[in-house]
């Protein structure tokens, strides 16, 4: 079983930047797929984007060139860099990661509000 710790949400004014990680309970060296989700009130959860483990990225349309997603497997954590954020944006984001087994596992999720 993987264990999933997010930080480094907050409140953000439009134009700013925040980071989130997403530490695993294990290595994530054999973990293929990582991902960061996100749901604003009355939305569906939505992907925003993700990492496989030979460094290839994709990212939906709206974030595309704002945020970066990375992943450090020296100590297991997966970033989501954002910036210059918009009201939009706001919502918890979900970080997932699936095993080579097809096991899935979720963040707690962590609150991302942009507001001036």
Not at 30 to 38: A, G, H, L, V
């Amino acid at each position: 079983q993987v264990q999933l710790v997010q930080s480094g949400g907050g409140l953000v004014q439009p134009g700013g930047s925040l980071r989130l990680s997403c530490a695993a309970s294990t290595s994530i060296s054999s973990i293929n797929y990582m991902r960061f989700d996100r749901q604003a009130p009355g939305k569906q959860r939505e992907l925003v984007a993700a990492i496989r483990s030979g460094g290839s990225t994709n990212y939906t349309d709206s974030v595309k060139g704002r945020f970066t997603i990375s992943r450090d497997n020296a100590k297991n954590t997966v970033y989501l860099e954002m910036n210059s954020l918009k009201p939009e944006d706001t919502a918890v984001y979900y970080c997932n990661v699936k095993t080579e087994f097809g096991l899935s596992y979720w963040g707690q999720g962590t609150q991302v509000t942009v507001s001036s």
